[in-house]
């Protein structure tokens, strides 16, 4: 009986113990790689590329996995129709969202450079599911709010994603023109002629054309040298003349430029390639600035382009330099040159500059229309096939991608030269690059770009302003007066106010309030030391303070009647949030 009671009482005690042990915590052991989440809530592969449906569904998944981190808006509809999703991204149990810095991330502006839209989700995706695991994303969504719009044009993405396409179409959205002037509208569009799916090159060979096969290289076409006859002539992409006016693919959807339809330094087509009638033409471009607008707030902004591998920024024209003073340039500065760390083979560059003039282009209408620091970072390039720089500075002596594509994708990036009866050509052969190669990641790559990219822009929000009312001192004057002075410092890089926000007037200046006391004056401490002050003379309860400096402070000060209260010192700035303290 006694070895039964014992029986029995062991076998109790296992359950029990069983219990006890804790469930295995994959953030805690060796499944989890580190800076990535373990078991993410809404599982994502991040090698492949999403239409439309799968960038709604991942937004919904995203909003019901973390329902107190991510919440979705819509900015309104594309030309056919289509949501312009917006994942809106912060800790909303800490703080009003709409008053802490925001900053604004958008991708796919031009249709084929599709990977913008997976990095702005991964961004999102990142941010939610590493929090409360990674310190530095959890206390960034503690201070920030992200606005992440993971395409601007979705209409075209649709189109490209699911239609036979080039490298390079769509680049504009789908608003149906005419190009040639003929009466009708987009009537000669790419033909896909063997059906593949693949828009590629045609070439006919000729005695008399100035290209020839690389002999190492059965998929590749380059130039004959000047003393060598060549052996074909290339007629551009796949097509026939459809409306029997002498030109193939000279009407095909599109032809604009939505990255040409912003409203500063717009001009006209003959001058800006790609612009419409009038800023502003395009639907998208009205609801996004309308929502930019709504949000004043935002602080930084992020613009994913391809291809090149570049951090930009701004002007885009030359003219514009004189907006740039060089207090907000040393901004840019300190996140372009981090950025080159963070993103090897990534250079950090000015787009009149380094790269070509844009007139009316998003990241001048963010940057100085709206004194929000911007950069367009132009993804992918051919570093990042073998992480070095090219062989050849001639582009088309580079062959670098067609080796690649021979040693890493094993030929599936080139489509094989065939022939093929042309109506108008008569006999020719069609081959070359799919669609999506060279300009888009190829899958194993997209997610380490992703999150190269993503980092930069992450620092970059990290950079946006972080106030704290570091200090409140008394003085008693006598004659019943009191002498209150606060210190409000800015402990990141960027600025309340862009210098050029500041010239301009675009947002209100930052309201610093004194409450628990009755002021009777106030004034902004130009130097502690030699006590100089400016006075405001009205409303000496909040002091308007113009800007306060990245890595700086601003001194205030008031003159109330009475002593020793309570005081209370509260900050409201539109793009650096509210802070407040009590002495």
């Not at 989440?37 to 937004?59: E, L, Q, S």
């Not at 024209?317 to 083979?345: F, H, L």
Request: charged letters at 25%.
């Amino acid at each position: 009986m006694k070895k039964i009671g014992i029986l029995f009482w062991t076998l109790l005690a296992i359950p029990a113990f069983a219990q006890q042990k804790p469930a295995q915590n994959d953030d805690l052991t060796g499944l989890r790689a580190v800076g990535s989440p373990a078991n993410p809530k809404v599982p994502m592969r991040w090698n492949h590329y999403n239409d439309y449906a799968g960038i709604t569904k991942f937004c919904q998944d995203m909003v019901k996995a973390h329902p107190n981190l991510v919440k979705l808006e819509s900015m309104g509809k594309t030309f056919q129709g289509r949501d312009l999703w917006v994942l809106v991204v912060s800790d909303f149990k800490t703080g009003n969202a709409d008053r802490k810095p925001g900053f604004y991330i958008d991708g796919n502006i031009h249709s084929n450079e599709l990977q913008g839209s997976e990095i702005a989700m991964y961004t999102a995706w990142y941010l939610a599911e590493n929090f409360g695991t990674i310190e530095f994303t959890t206390q960034l969504l503690k201070d920030k709010v992200f606005y992440i719009a993971p395409s601007i044009n979705l209409d075209a993405r649709e189109d490209f994603i699911k239609n036979p396409n080039n490298p390079n179409s769509p680049r504009s959205g789908l608003m149906p023109f005419d190009d040639d002037g003929d009466g009708e509208i987009d009537e000669d569009k790419y033909d896909d002629l063997d059906g593949d799916g693949n828009i590629v090159l045609m070439r006919r060979k000729t005695p008399l054309g100035r290209m020839k096969q690389d002999p190492n290289d059965p998929t590749r076409m380059i130039p004959a040298k000047a003393d060598e006859p060549g052996e074909y002539e290339l007629l551009g992409y796949e097509g026939i003349d459809n409306d029997g006016d002498g030109q193939v693919n000279e009407d095909v959807a599109g032809r604009y430029d939505p990255n040409r339809d912003w409203g500063w330094g717009w001009q006209p087509d003959y001058i800006q390639g790609g612009a419409l009638f009038y800023p502003g033409t395009l639907p998208e471009t009205q609801a996004i600035k309308k929502y930019i607008i709504g949000h004043p707030n935002i602080a930084g902004a992020q613009s994913y382009h391809n291809y090149g591998g570049m951090m930009l920024r701004g002007p885009g024209a030359e003219e514009d330099q004189q907006y740039y003073n060089p207090g907000d340039i040393a901004v840019y500065d300190v996140i372009g040159r981090t950025g080159e760390k963070i993103i090897p083979g990534y250079n950090y560059y000015v787009i009149y500059k380094d790269l070509y003039t844009v007139y009316g282009g998003e990241i001048d209408w963010l940057a100085l229309g709206r004194g929000v620091f911007t950069f367009s970072n132009e993804l992918m390039s051919s570093y990042l096939l073998f992480r070095q720089k090219p062989g050849e500075s001639n582009r088309f002596q580079n062959d670098e991608f067609n080796q690649f594509g021979k040693y890493l994708l094993f030929d599936d990036a080139y489509v094989a030269w065939k022939p093929f009866k042309h109506p108008q050509y008569g006999d020719i052969e069609i081959g070359g690059p799919k669609k999506n190669y060279i300009r888009n990641h190829p899958g194993f790559m997209l997610e380490e770009d992703a999150h190269r990219n993503m980092s930069f822009t992450l620092f970059h929000a990290h950079q946006t302003p972080k106030l704290d009312v570091q200090a409140i001192t008394t003085k008693p004057l006598g004659n019943g007066l009191t002498e209150v002075t606060a210190t409000v410092v800015n402990q990141r890089v960027i600025p309340t106010h862009s210098a050029h926000d500041i010239r301009f007037k675009i947002e209100r200046p930052d309201y610093i309030t004194l409450k628990g006391a009755t002021p009777l004056a106030a004034m902004i401490v130009e130097n502690a030391d030699l006590n100089i002050t400016k006075e405001q003379k009205n409303n000496p309860a909040t002091i308007e303070v113009p800007n306060i400096p990245g890595m700086g402070y601003v001194k205030v000060r008031w003159i109330v009647k009475g002593g020793g209260g309570k005081y209370t010192v509260s900050v409201d700035s539109r793009k650096g949030g509210v802070v407040e303290k009590t002495l």
